[in-house]
């Protein structure tokens, strides 16, 4: 079955750079989805279609695409933005949805 | 604003049928994708499947055996079932809206609070 990759954890300190990536073989064809997820919250909607941003997302919060690799990016990271990070996209029929393990966004 | 609320029993054992409804409110179950995702206990997300146009569906090729996905127009909700469930079941189950953008199905917009089921004899 189709699956997406992305590192379990990121580290990084207030201020600095988090990159978050997300592999498949299918991402090249397929729009990823970013959500962030806080304890005990539903998810929250942070890039679509690869590097769209939401109203009321902040300017911080990007997504690019190169080949079957896509990076959620948050620029001058803060306290608030600790958070598991979730890719999604679809399989190459397009229909099947697909979700990325998570990554857990520690800052320090 | 649209608003979706999961119902249920909130334990099941094993080997018998998960079964549960999710309401909207604030608008029509008619149009856009309605999903069902789930997630165990400290894991991620798992999406089960969707229904749209109030009749085709999607599942999870790995659930695709044991999970139906049904609406109700008349109630503006729409169903899960999912048979034959394990101790491998257990997840807090939410029930979310799927944009329709025109070319199928987009982001998740909305989302239910999610209810923990748990299978256990």
């Known amino acids: 079955s189709y699956e997406l990759t992305q590192p379990p954890s990121v580290s990084v300190s207030p201020g600095q750079t988090a990159r978050i990536t997300c592999s498949g073989d299918a991402l090249p064809k397929q729009y990823t989805y970013w959500y962030q997820q806080k304890p005990g919250q539903v998810p929250v909607l942070v890039i679509y279609?690869?590097?769209e941003r939401p109203s009321g997302i902040p300017e911080r919060f990007s997504g690019s695409s190169s080949g079957t690799t896509v990076t959620l990016t948050i620029s001058g990271v803060q306290a608030e933005d600790e958070a598991d990070y979730y890719c999604q996209s679809t399989d190459t029929s397009g229909t099947s949805v697909v979700f990325g393990g998570g990554t857990k966004l520690t800052v320090l | 604003q649209v608003q979706l609320q999961e119902s249920g029993p909130g334990l099941v054992k094993p080997s018998e049928t998960l079964s549960l409804t999710c309401t909207v409110s604030g608008g029509s179950v008619s149009g856009n994708y309605w999903n069902w995702i789930r997630q165990p206990p400290g894991k991620g997300l798992e999406w089960i499947g969707y229904?749209?146009?109030?009749?085709?569906?999607k599942y999870n090729p790995s659930l695709k055996s044991r999970v139906t996905i049904s609406v109700d127009t008349s109630k503006n909700h729409f169903s899960l079932i999912l048979s034959s469930v394990t101790t491998a079941d257990t997840a807090v189950y939410s029930c979310v809206r799927g944009y329709s953008y025109g070319f199928g199905q987009d982001y998740f917009d909305y989302w239910g609070q999610g209810t923990l089921v748990t299978v256990s004899s």
């Open positions: 279609r690869d590097s």
């Open positions: 229904i749209y146009d109030s009749g085709s569906t």
